[in-house]
């Protein structure tokens, strides 16, 4: 079974002994790469400047788009900004870190999932909030109600006992 899962490119913490931390599983994931470039940097430099046009592009097409599923379906604009656009955003994030956890294991999307979820906790949310003070808006606050504080316990429980276990059930 071990062999099959290796083989198949999906090496998971649990196929490891159950000793071994995060930090090893990312380093014996790390001395499969390979230590030099494919391209020279003129080329890195030419396909980062061509996606960021792209991107650009893209995002102008996006931007101006938001006007129909707000009068089909009957969404605020709010809603189409703040929900759907992110989530189709975000979708892209998903499926780079399940290509990729191909070759590096699970420990690679252990390490996404947590420094995802900790940019949004300590910077967009405080910001966000910081931002709702300036613009004098009542709603923006952190006073989170007794069932937000519950999942977020179970959060940090979870992400505890996954972290210094450094081994998964998922496999």
Known sequence: ???????????????????QSLK??????????????????????LIFA???????????????????????MNLSKSFVGLVIMPSIIASVEHITAALRSRKEGIAWIIEIAFGSSI????????????????????????????????ILCLTILLVNHVVHNGTDHYW
């Open 24 to 45: 090893k599983l990312r380093a014996a994931a790390q001395e499969t790469l390979p230590d030099k470039p494919k391209y020279p940097i003129y080329v890195d430099i």
């Open 50 to 72: 061509g996606s960021l046009t792209a991107m650009i592009f893209a995002s102008m097409f996006v931007l101006e788009a938001i006007d129909a599923p707000t009068q089909r």
């Open 119 to 150: 940019r949004i906790s300590l910077f967009v949310f405080p910001l966000a909030v910081i931002v709702g003070w300036i613009l004098n808006k009542p709603g923006m606050n952190m006073i989170l109600d007794g069932f937000q504080v519950i």
């Open 1 to 19: 079974m071990k062999s099959a899962i290796v083989a198949a490119g999906f090496q998971s913490a649990a196929v490891c002994a159950p000793d």
